[in-house]
């Protein structure tokens, strides 16, 4: 007889910006910044990132689009990486996510792409302690997650590897 793997996820869904900490408005907006940062020509697709350090420090990223697709880099991994190379001891309290369309200023309700989580998870990992993420939703609702394991709860990390 087949077992069952239950996931439980959590997601927090606030009604509005006022719903929003101190630290977690000046993360969106920060997100929010970025993403008029980016660089997008060809998916017109502009998406900002923002992390809090454990040191107080903001720290953004945009997304940076390259004729040569593969190339390019969500805003997410350039904050994250730009981040490690700076702070590379500090930890990550809280990472907000913006994105909004070309000459659109409305912030639509994404959620960050299966590469980003991945990375997201390994930051994750390394600082053994769970960062929060925050989300536009739709009709000025906000999604904050408690957990990286929450946007992505089967995680492989460095102790799936097969040591030889």
């Given at each position: 007889m087949a077992g069952a793997l239950n996931i439980t996820i959590h997601i927090d869904v606030l009604d509005s910006a006022e719903e929003l900490t101190r630290e977690e408005k000046q993360a969106m907006q920060l997100a929010e910044e970025a993403a008029n940062d980016a660089y997008a020509p060809y998916s017109n697709f502009f998406v900002g990132a923002a992390l809090l350090l454990d040191n107080g420090t903001f720290f953004k990223g945009s997304n940076q689009e390259n004729a040569a697709y593969p190339s390019g880099l969500c805003a997410e991994r350039t904050a994250l990486f730009a981040m490690s190379s700076h702070y590379p001891k500090q930890?990550?309290?809280?990472?907000?996510?913006?994105?909004?369309?070309?000459?659109?200023?409305?912030?639509?309700?994404?959620?960050?792409?299966?590469?980003?989580?991945?990375?997201?998870?390994?930051?994750?990992?390394?600082?053994?302690?769970?960062?929060?993420?925050?989300?536009?939703?739709?009709?000025?609702?906000?999604?904050?997650?408690?957990?990286?394991?929450?946007?992505?709860?089967?995680?492989?990390?460095?102790?799936?590897?097969?040591?030889?």
């Open positions: 930890k990550i309290k809280l990472i907000a996510v913006a994105a909004r369309r070309q000459n659109e200023t409305r912030y639509l309700p994404v959620t960050p792409c299966g590469a980003c989580r991945q990375v997201m998870s390994e930051y994750e990992f390394k600082q053994q302690m769970a960062i929060p993420v925050l989300l536009h939703g739709p009709d000025g609702k906000y999604y904050r997650s408690r957990s990286i394991q929450d946007l992505l709860p089967l995680q492989f990390t460095k102790d799936s590897l097969l040591e030889f």
